[in-house]
């Protein structure tokens, strides 16, 4: 009797540790009493200042220390922002730092709810003319196993670049911008984003209709952003380069307001190298170049970087590769003095064909200087789907090229290179990582030359951005009714065929 009763209790009490186990190993993220959703993000000046956000589940005192080589030096930085503000039914805080010493790498403490610690670490930029940074984009994911598919691209980005400054999130962070998905996406990316500076760039997935949920969600220099609805504009400087983040979710992608700040902050700055961060792609052959806003912005946009001596656009949204030859009005230019686009590839998994009915009349291919769709197919123009242009050459299908871009980017002096790659997808049994080299060019120019033309406040007030609207939507009007929609019609008999033979829109 006394061994059957020491028998049933061993068995509940191993079924006891075996539950417990399991929910600990099962429990969602966010019920563990460890800060979530941590970033820490430029905000004003790269080599003094960060901002920092994390969310816990209650309103209970929450802390962030930060130490240079070990030693505590919280108290000698100035700490400024809000701690605990709800949102969502979770609390937000949201702290910028500045005081911060150039050229130091600093590591913080940040203490959640239970008191569980989660650390990370940063490194301040040391104000010489060299910065390297790290391009992803659409990881767009709904499921925890998604989101760590997007993961495995930006850590093998920053394997393969482990002194990155920062990261350039190219906006799409989540695919319905919801409770759930951010919470995977912590659970995904917080131990990435946490060994990095992060500069996040608004989708139009990442809340768009669900007003401050970006702003919410990171900590930045909103001071001159147009408006914080649904992301924000901001621009900061870093090596000898100067980095301006455009909100494509603005009213008709970019207003005539957020237009205005672009042409005055880039010409308020004499660094050598002029670089735009968007969302949205002016140039693209994805499913979403069909539309007025793409338009839009290759008839306004590129003029603003054109006329301001802009080297370099990337952007995202449209879920394939692409690159630009040096393009000045909408022309390839040979004399060094164009712009070249970049549209990133998806970190993701959700990719794109080419729409090739759009050939022609939203994009012609002597344009192109690069182009990989990241998944099977042909089309009808002989284009494969995974295809790299160089000089007019063409390859053809690659496995290797199926899975998620992740963008390389190095300046040094008067050298800017671009290396893209693919990360191919993980089939079962498969366990090593294939990395191929989808795309790499290189931008040179003599240095020092630049010079500041604009030094007035870049600021737009609610009403100066209230009464930009009108002229915006007159604008947008004249070019969708007299440029996009004659053209959409040229297209429009290839489309439908498209439509009704592949059931590709
Ligand atoms: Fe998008």
């Excluded at 100067?242 to 205005?260: E, W």
């Excluded at 294939?434 to 630049?450: A, C």
């Amino acid at each position: 009797m006394k061994k059957t009763v020491q028998r049933w209790l061993a068995i509940l009490l191993a079924a006891a540790l075996l539950c417990g186990g399991m929910m600990t190993a099962n429990a969602a993220y966010v019920d563990d009493s460890a800060a979530f959703r941590i970033s820490c993000t430029v905000n004003g000046d790269t080599a003094s200042a960060r901002g920092f956000c994390w969310y816990t589940k209650t309103d209970v005192p929450t802390a962030i220390r930060i130490f240079d080589a070990g030693t505590d030096v919280t108290d000698t930085l100035t700490l400024d922002g809000v701690t605990a503000k709800p949102w969502n039914g979770y609390y937000m805080h949201r702290l910028t730092v500045n005081g911060l010493a150039a050229g130091t790498a600093y590591t913080y403490e940040i203490t959640g709810d239970g008191g569980k610690t989660v650390t990370g670490s940063f490194r301040t930029d040391d104000g010489d003319d060299k910065v390297s940074f790290i391009g992803i984009a659409d990881v767009q994911a709904s499921s925890l196993e998604n989101f760590q598919k997007g993961v495995r691209t930006a850590e093998a980005a920053l394997a393969m670049n482990p002194e990155a400054d920062f990261v350039a999130n190219l906006g799409d962070f989540t695919n319905d911008s919801t409770n759930e998905e951010w919470d995977y996406y912590a659970e995904a990316f917080d131990g990435f984003d946490s060994g990095i500076t992060l500069a996040p760039i608004s989708g139009n997935h990442d809340g768009l209709g669900v007003w401050h949920w970006f702003e919410n969600m990171f900590c930045l220099d909103t001071s001159e952003s147009v408006q914080n609805l649904n992301g924000v504009n901001y621009s900061y400087d870093y090596g000898n380069a100067h980095f301006a983040v455009l909100n494509t979710n603005d009213a008709l992608s970019v207003s005539l307001s957020q237009l205005r700040w672009l042409y005055n902050d880039m010409r308020s700055t004499d660094k050598d190298w002029k670089i735009v961060f968007m969302h949205k792609s002016p140039y693209t052959l994805g499913k979403d170049g069909k539309w007025p806003d793409a338009l839009y912005l290759k008839e306004t946009l590129t003029r603003v970087c054109e006329l301001t001596g802009v080297d370099l656009v990337m952007s995202g949204h449209d879920h394939q590769y692409l690159r630009t030859k040096s393009l000045r009005n909408n022309r390839v230019v040979e004399d060094g003095k164009g712009v070249t686009y970049v549209l990133s590839g998806t970190a993701g998994s959700k990719r794109y064909e080419v729409r090739d009915f759009m050939l022609g009349h939203f994009l012609t291919l002597d344009k192109l200087a690069a182009l990989t769709v990241q998944k099977g197919g042909e089309n009808d123009l002989g284009i494969p789907h995974q295809c790299y242009l160089e000089d007019g050459t063409l390859d053809h299908y690659d496995p290797n090229r199926i899975g998620g871009v992740f963008n390389n980017i190095t300046i040094d002096g008067g050298t800017l290179t671009l290396k893209s790659y693919v990360i191919k997808d993980l089939e079962e049994g498969e366990t090593e990582d294939v990395i191929t080299e989808i795309d790499s060019f290189t931008l040179t120019k003599e240095t020092g030359k630049n010079t500041v033309s604009y030094t007035g406040k870049n600021k737009t007030s609610g009403v100066q951005y209230a009464l930009g609207l009108v002229p915006s939507v007159m604008v947008l009007a004249v070019y969708t009714l007299g440029n996009w929609f004659p053209r959409f019609l040229c297209m429009l008999p290839k489309l439908l065929v498209t439509v009704v033979t592949k059931d590709v829109f």
